[in-house]
């Protein structure tokens, strides 16, 4: 079975390595003549492990790459039948060889150590296409981080054309790692070729470049804040984890990192606390999953930086926690341009997790299931926020050709979002407002959220309105255009799939209860309003099809120049304060 789907292409935010496949199969040839690395000084302990679901899914066949499930059984992973090319350079990433390390057993490790040999024997000459920067480092910081599984406790010296396809890597990165896409992709290659070379004998001279090249990007991509232009929350994390094990291998070996790559480091791990929940994982917005599980945690103890955020809002998102329990709101205008290819019209969204359980969530980003799931998670109403019918906060658009940005960006963004947290004697007040709406319809989205101290109730106002005399003017307009006398409009809870959700026997709220035992109810203060219980979907990196889970839906409409709907969604009364949560989730995903 195959299933084929596009997907975005890797964050770029800037030019493009598309344009030097020539010069990049030149070098690939040029490569073979590289001296080989002489072994290891020291096999490097694996710093990226990945899911084991996804891991037993590999040695079961079925191969889930770049939007594409492919059912196969053939003996060797670069055989498989009836795959585009946006699967095959998923595969020539090797990024799956996390996930088979993750599972760790005699067939993960047979299966990678026979992939990887034909890999050499197939392409190791510099043919396929797997020789371009972006790829290349990709494959080589797995390679090393992996070492132990694909050697296998065999002796050094049983490797040959191991040591001699990674000197091989080396020198093609070493001349191409520039023309690596900007963001991850760069950041892959150039601590790829760091780590190469300081775990690997004869590999020295590639250190110095590398430092300089960490140092240079660490400038140009992280901002002030600790922030991506993705604002894409597991892309930061990936980057920090990417820079922190660079610095320790550097320590490790008496060296340090360049200044600019330390205060990286030292920028990044506060604003990544702030987008933590409080059972370990992301917030999930702008393309960003859940991450994986515990990679956050172990980066950041590896880091040793104990700065906690100060500031109102991390990489523009604001965080309100209360006992066990933790909001994050996306309160900042999203991502323009080359960065918001993979972004979410996502505006004042938030989501809350209680304990080691999420409750309300987003529906999270579709690009592994598909081009229609992609453009489906990136609209408004796939967000826990107020959507007009039809029409998102930000609008997905074609880009300039010849710009050399593939996929769609983001358009008409809100321009003017605001956000202020207000401390109270009980609780903490978040005040948010976006204009996204303000050209369209002459409306702004105003939103209230109110955590008690003891997270045990989460209050919001959302407030929809023509609120000056030009945007009432728009708004009449509006409804002349189209001869219509109001607006509808709707505001979305999406429940995270583990939650049950139903309503109550009196039809007066929405039941919402944790796998921990705990047990939250929804209300809606507004009588005019109306509240059903719908379908929704939970978009998951690493599982092989889209979750069904439901949504609280709150449907009002404006007539008027502004109109509110009050809700609450809180712990009920007989549910403890403190819970010792045992229940395990499922180990493999469907």
Same mark, same amino acid.
């Given at each position: 079975?195959?299933?084929?789907?596009?997907?975005?292409?890797?964050?770029?935010?800037?030019?493009?390595?598309?344009?030097?496949?020539?010069?990049?199969?030149?070098?690939?040839?040029?490569?073979?003549?590289?001296?080989?690395?002489?072994?290891?000084?020291?096999?490097?302990?694996?710093?990226?492990?990945? =899911?084991?679901? %996804?891991?037993?899914?590999?040695?079961?066949?079925?191969?889930?790459?770049?939007?594409?499930?492919?059912?196969?059984?053939?003996?060797?992973?670069?055989?498989?039948?009836?795959?585009?090319?946006?699967?095959?350079?998923?595969?020539?990433?090797?990024?799956? #060889?996390?996930?088979?390390?993750?599972?760790?057993?005699?067939?993960?490790?047979?299966?990678?150590?026979?992939?990887? @040999?034909?890999?050499?024997?197939?392409?190791?000459?510099?043919?396929?296409?797997?020789?371009?920067?972006?790829?290349?480092?990709?494959?080589?910081?797995?390679?090393?981080?992996?070492?132990?599984?694909?050697?296998?406790?065999?002796?050094?010296?049983?490797?040959?054309?191991?040591?001699?396809?990674?000197? &091989?890597?080396?020198?093609? =990165?070493?001349?191409?790692?520039?023309?690596?896409? *900007?963001?991850?992709?760069?950041?892959?290659?150039?601590?790829?070729?760091?780590?190469?070379?300081?775990? =690997?004998?004869?590999?020295?001279?590639?250190?110095?470049?590398?430092?300089?090249? #960490?140092?240079?990007?660490?400038?140009?991509?992280?901002?002030?804040?600790?922030?991506?232009?993705? &604002?894409?929350?597991?892309?930061?994390?990936?980057?920090?984890?990417?820079?922190?094990?660079?610095?320790?291998?550097?320590?490790?070996?008496?060296?340090?990192? $360049?200044?600019?790559?330390?205060?990286?480091?030292?920028?990044?791990?506060?604003?990544?606390?702030?987008?933590?929940?409080?059972?370990?994982?992301?917030?999930?917005?702008?393309?960003?999953?859940?991450?994986? @599980?515990?990679?956050?945690?172990?980066?950041?103890?590896?880091? +040793?930086?104990?700065?906690?955020?100060?500031?109102?809002?991390?990489?523009?998102?604001?965080? #309100?926690?209360?006992?066990? !329990?933790?909001?994050?709101?996306?309160?900042?205008?999203?991502?323009?341009?080359?960065?918001?290819?993979?972004?979410?019209?996502? !505006?004042?969204?938030?989501?809350?997790?209680?304990?080691?359980?999420?409750?309300?969530?987003?529906?999270?980003?579709?690009?592994?299931?598909?081009?229609?799931?992609?453009?489906?998670?990136? $609209?408004?109403?796939?967000?826990?926020?107020?959507?007009? @019918?039809?029409?998102?906060?930000?609008?997905?658009?074609?880009?300039?050709?010849?710009?050399? /940005?593939?996929?769609?960006? #983001?358009?008409?963004?809100?321009?003017?979002?605001?956000?202020?947290?207000?401390?109270?004697?009980?609780?903490?007040?978040?005040?948010?407002?976006?204009?996204?709406?303000?050209?369209?319809? +002459?409306?702004?989205?105003?939103?209230?959220?109110?955590?008690?101290?003891?997270?045990?109730? =989460?209050?919001? /106002?959302?407030?929809?309105?023509?609120?000056?005399? *030009?945007? %009432?003017?728009?708004?009449?307009?509006?409804?002349?255009?189209?001869?219509? @006398?109001?607006?509808?409009?709707?505001?979305?809870?999406?429940?995270?799939?583990?939650? *049950?959700?139903?309503?109550?026997?009196?039809?007066?709220?929405?039941?919402?209860?944790?796998?921990?035992?705990?047990?939250?109810?929804?209300?809606?203060?507004?009588?005019?309003?109306?509240?059903?219980?719908?379908?929704?979907?939970?978009?998951?990196?690493?599982?092989?099809?889209?979750?069904?889970? &439901?949504?609280?839906?709150?449907?009002?409409?404006?007539?008027?120049?502004?109109?509110?709907?009050?809700?609450?969604?809180?712990?009920?009364?007989?549910?403890?304060?403190?819970?010792?949560?045992?229940?395990?989730?499922?180990?493999?995903?469907?």
């Amino acid at each position: 079975m195959s299933t084929a789907a596009q997907k975005s292409p890797a964050p770029n935010y800037g030019r493009s390595s598309a344009g030097g496949g020539l010069l990049n199969r030149i070098h690939a040839r040029f490569a073979i003549f590289a001296k080989p690395a002489d072994g290891f000084l020291r096999i490097p302990e694996p710093r990226m492990i990945g =899911l084991p679901a %996804r891991g037993e899914q590999l040695i079961a066949g079925n191969f889930l790459m770049a939007g594409e499930l492919v059912e196969s059984r053939t003996p060797s992973i670069w055989d498989i039948p009836g795959t585009g090319p946006a699967f095959q350079r998923e595969l020539h990433g090797f990024a799956w #060889l996390d996930d088979l390390a993750a599972i760790g057993d005699s067939a993960a490790r047979n299966r990678a150590r026979a992939w990887a @040999e034909d890999w050499i024997r197939r392409f190791g000459a510099g043919s396929g296409p797997g020789w371009t920067p972006d790829l290349t480092g990709r494959r080589l910081i797995r390679w090393i981080n992996h070492a132990a599984l694909l050697l296998d406790g065999r002796p050094m010296d049983g490797h040959p054309a191991f040591f001699r396809s990674l000197g &091989r890597q080396m020198a093609f =990165l070493g001349r191409r790692w520039r023309r690596a896409a *900007e963001g991850t992709p760069r950041f892959e290659a150039l601590t790829g070729l760091l780590c190469a070379g300081l775990a =690997l004998r004869g590999m020295e001279r590639h250190v110095a470049p590398a430092v300089r090249g #960490l140092g240079v990007e660490c400038e140009a991509l992280i901002d002030g804040a600790g922030g991506v232009p993705s &604002r894409n929350p597991e892309e930061l994390m990936e980057v920090f984890a990417l820079l922190t094990w660079a610095a320790g291998a550097l320590n490790r070996s008496g060296r340090s990192p $360049a200044p600019p790559h330390a205060s990286a480091i030292e920028r990044v791990a506060p604003t990544l606390r702030a987008l933590r929940h409080s059972d370990g994982s992301l917030a999930r917005f702008h393309g960003g999953g859940r991450g994986i @599980e515990g990679r956050l945690d172990r980066s950041l103890a590896a880091a +040793g930086v104990k700065a906690i955020a100060n500031a109102e809002t991390a990489m523009g998102y604001a965080r #309100l926690q209360g006992g066990r !329990t933790t909001v994050i709101a996306d309160a900042a205008p999203p991502p323009t341009g080359a960065a918001s290819r993979d972004a979410h019209a996502s !505006t004042l969204a938030f989501e809350l997790t209680s304990g080691r359980r999420p409750l309300i969530v987003s529906c999270g980003t579709g690009t592994p299931f598909g081009g229609e799931w992609s453009q489906s998670g990136r $609209a408004t109403p796939s967000h826990s926020t107020l959507s007009l @019918e039809g029409y998102s906060s930000s609008r997905l658009g074609p880009v300039v050709a010849g710009s050399g /940005i593939g996929g769609e960006i #983001l358009l008409d963004t809100p321009r003017d979002v605001r956000c202020r947290r207000i401390p109270g004697e009980d609780a903490v007040q978040l005040m948010m407002s976006h204009d996204g709406w303000s050209e369209t319809h +002459g409306v702004i989205h105003v939103r209230r959220l109110d955590l008690t101290n003891d997270g045990r109730n =989460l209050s919001g /106002i959302d407030t929809l309105g023509a609120l000056t005399s *030009e945007t %009432r003017s728009r708004f009449d307009r509006y409804l002349e255009r189209f001869g219509i @006398e109001e607006v509808s409009f709707r505001v979305h809870f999406h429940i995270h799939p583990d939650v *049950e959700a139903k309503p109550t026997p009196d039809g007066d709220g929405i039941s919402l209860a944790l796998k921990s035992g705990e047990v939250w109810m929804f209300r809606c203060g507004d009588g005019a309003a109306a509240v059903e219980l719908e379908q929704s979907i939970y978009l998951e990196k690493g599982r092989l099809k889209p979750r069904p889970t &439901r949504q609280v839906v709150i449907s009002s409409a404006l007539s008027a120049h502004a109109a509110q709907v009050h809700w609450t969604i809180a712990k009920t009364g007989d549910t403890p304060t403190v819970i010792r949560d045992y229940q395990r989730d499922d180990a493999v995903p469907l």
